[in-house]
């Protein structure tokens, strides 16, 4: 059996999904449905060694860590790859495939979406199984799911006849974009499959497939490949090099044009997670038909879906509403409007709203900053710094800080030539305007600590950081 390379492409934001994905820290990365994310399920999925090879994550500089912590706490060991410019997925793809065929030359590679869920690992392996001998064969193999209703956000294959004796192995007739609701009605009864865009394909066919259909992608790309660079981990692809490949998707660059399609029919249950009306649908519900992730309560309703990362979001008397709560924000929608939030994410960004962008939560390489409170000349903090986590060697010129550790102990540099003292629980210290200082966790555990600003200035580019390297 050839080498199987999962590809995971973890680079999209997800704004039909506010206020939970924000553009800093985008659907993949959040918990959905259930504990983990929707990426580190992903990576599980792929987990087995005896099947599928350490996994090649694609994603942008923004995310690079996210992707490597949660990777990490998950046990996989990928390679990340960085994407300079938002190309779209035919770029995306490009360098996935150069990647896979230079550190595993003739392997396959198994292209999955970091954002979707999958409800039965064990009938996704044996899809992908099934898709291993028509891919070694030189085909691109999609997989189509069986619909359970005529959903008119999906686009949809037609099979055609089958390829040898497994008759979930067929090939392609055709692909057709998102229809209205008649025509996905039509579908359903006539045997059309949901186009989950996830594929198996050799990387080198697909870089060939590339070069035959989309030269103006694979030739830009190959330069930027060539031109990467090593940083803290990350295979960081060269900026210029990228950016000259045209935007478009694979679909459009390849898949519908390519000859020798196949498609796997998938027996699992799966989503595609695009708008809170799909997170319902693959929730575990009550005998009402109401779904609870986080801290909600729901009373004399029916269909509803509560999800809140913090805050009590009750409903009393609701019929499918979506109601979700963070700790800056509120969305209340029926939930046959969830695919309207992308128009208010954009009405809220046209008023400036940075509520768009970011949360109360700022994660940074080497932990995150989540704000308490805020007044005249006084700013509240909560610092997390993970473990073996170390901020750069700073100062500000407009505020003072106060530090309060309440859990872990915080290894300080304060000052010039003063060494570094620790700090435990329950331990504080003041740094005073305009003086070197460094945090830095040397434990095993998370150093959780509590950040009192204060002075004239507070915000975040009051900041001179000095040449440190030791940070992260």
Not at 106 to 126: Q, Y
Not at 303 to 312: A, E, K, M, T
Request: glycine share 10%; aromatic share 6%; net charge negative.
């Amino acid at each position: 059996m050839p080498t199987l390379v999962p590809v995971i492409l973890a680079g999209g934001s997800g704004t039909r999904l506010w206020p939970v994905s924000r553009d800093a820290f985008p659907k993949q990365f959040q918990p959905l449905v259930g504990p983990l994310s929707t990426y580190q399920e992903t990576l599980k999925r792929v987990s087995d060694r005896s099947l599928f090879a350490d996994p090649v994550v694609i994603t942008s500089d923004p995310f690079r860590f996210f992707a490597q912590r949660q990777a990490a706490e998950v046990g996989a060991r990928p390679t990340v790859v960085l994407e300079p410019d938002r190309r779209d997925s035919a770029a995306a793809m490009a360098a996935a495939a150069l990647v896979v065929e230079r550190l595993h030359p003739g392997a396959l590679m198994l292209a999955l979406a970091a954002d979707h869920v999958v409800l039965d690992d064990d009938l996704f392996v044996d899809a992908v199984r099934r898709g291993v001998a028509p891919a070694a064969a030189g085909r691109i193999v999609v997989f189509g799911i069986e619909p359970s209703e005529p959903k008119t956000s999906y686009g949809y294959i037609r099979p055609g006849d089958p390829l040898g004796d497994d008759a979930d192995v067929a090939a392609v007739e055709r692909f057709v974009e998102k229809p209205d609701l008649e025509t996905a009605i039509g579908y359903c009864r006539d045997g059309y499959l949901w186009n989950s865009g996830n594929f198996l394909v050799s990387a080198g066919g697909m870089i060939e497939q590339l070069r035959q259909h989309a030269p103006d992608v694979i030739e830009p790309v190959e330069r930027a490949v060539a031109g990467s660079s090593s940083d803290l981990g990350f295979l960081r692809l060269d900026r210029d090099a990228f950016a000259a490949a045209r935007r478009t998707s694979i679909d459009y660059a390849v898949i519908e044009k390519a000859r020798d399609i196949a498609v796997v029919r998938g027996r699992f249950r799966w989503s595609d997670v695009g708008a809170f009306d799909a997170i319902w649908q693959v929730s575990d519900k009550d005998g009402r038909g109401n779904a609870v992730h986080g801290n909600g309560v729901v009373v004399d309703s029916d269909g509803c879906l509560v999800h809140s990362d913090g805050l009590l979001a009750t409903v009393v008397g609701g019929r499918d509403l979506v109601v979700v709560a963070t700790g800056d924000a509120v969305m209340v929608a029926p939930k046959s409007s969830a695919q309207g939030v992308k128009a208010l994410v954009d009405r809220l960004k046209a008023d400036g709203h940075p509520e768009t962008a970011m949360g109360r939560r700022d994660y940074r390489p080497w932990g995150f900053v989540e704000a308490a409170v805020a007044g005249d000349r006084f700013d509240v903090k909560r610092i997390v710094v993970d473990p073996g986590g170390v901020m750069s060697l700073q100062r500000h010129l407009h505020r003072s800080e106060h530090w309060i550790v309440v859990r872990g102990t915080a290894t300080v540099t304060l000052g010039d030539g003063d060494g570094e003292r620790l700090l435990t629980e329950n331990e504080s210290l003041y740094v005073p305007l305009g003086t070197r200082h460094r945090l830095a966790n040397r434990g095993h555990i998370p150093l959780e600590l509590i950040e009192v600003r204060t002075g004239p200035y507070l915000e975040e580019d009051d900041i001179e950081r000095f040449p440190d390297p030791d940070a992260v």
